[in-house]
């Protein structure tokens, strides 16, 4: 007579798998409370989740890299009972940087000019000193900078980095202005 012993334990309750790609040792919580991190892989095993109702699972934002732009930093998935969910969050990494825009007369462009890259609707807005912050870039962009009355445009390349958010240095923007 054979006897069948269990290759695992018997599942009790409902559970989930959080999914980070790419972010390690990030904090996540179930019903506002710490639950556990994610591993080297970005997988978090959240045991003992409620079936058949919405579970609030959320990430420590202070926890992702700053060059990551995730879209949802809560979920609400509803297991079945003595069932699995996967939970996933997408993240992408962003090709930002930093620079210096001045007119064409050495001018710092004053803080609040909408800064946009060419083609594209996003736009950033230029802080104090001509500082601009820009995400999405290719290899050679435009950049188009609009404050008051005026309009003009800036060519930069972008290289990728091993620093998180590089700096680009100083750019003289042409005047657009009509």
């Keep these: 007579q054979t006897c069948a ?54 990430l420590e934002q202070s926890d992702l890299p700053i060059d ?10 509803a297991p079945g009972w003595r069932s699995g969910v996967v939970i996933n969050f997408a993240v992408k990494k962003v090709r930002a940087a930093t620079l210096h825009v001045v007119d064409s007369k050495g001018t710092d462009i ?24 820009v995400e999405g870039l290719s290899a050679d962009n435009v950049l188009e900078i609009i404050w008051a009355d005026r309009r003009c445009e800036v060519s930069i390349p972008y290289l990728p980095s091993d620093e998180i958010i590089p700096y680009l240095g100083e750019f003289a923007c042409q005047d657009q202005s009509k």
């Design 68 to 77: 990551m732009r995730i879209d949802q930093l809560i979920a609400k998935p």
């Design 110 to 133: 004053p803080a609040g000019a909408s800064v946009r890259l060419r083609g594209v609707e996003t736009s950033f807005a230029v802080g104090r000193d001509g500082i601009a912050y």
């Design 5 to 58: 012993l269990p290759i695992s334990r018997r599942i009790a309750g409902s559970y989930g798998l959080v999914h980070l790609p790419g972010v390690q040792n990030a904090r996540v919580y179930v019903d506002n409370q710490f639950s556990t991190r994610t591993d080297s892989d970005g997988y978090a095993l959240l045991p003992r989740l409620r079936p058949y109702v919405l579970n609030h699972v959320s």
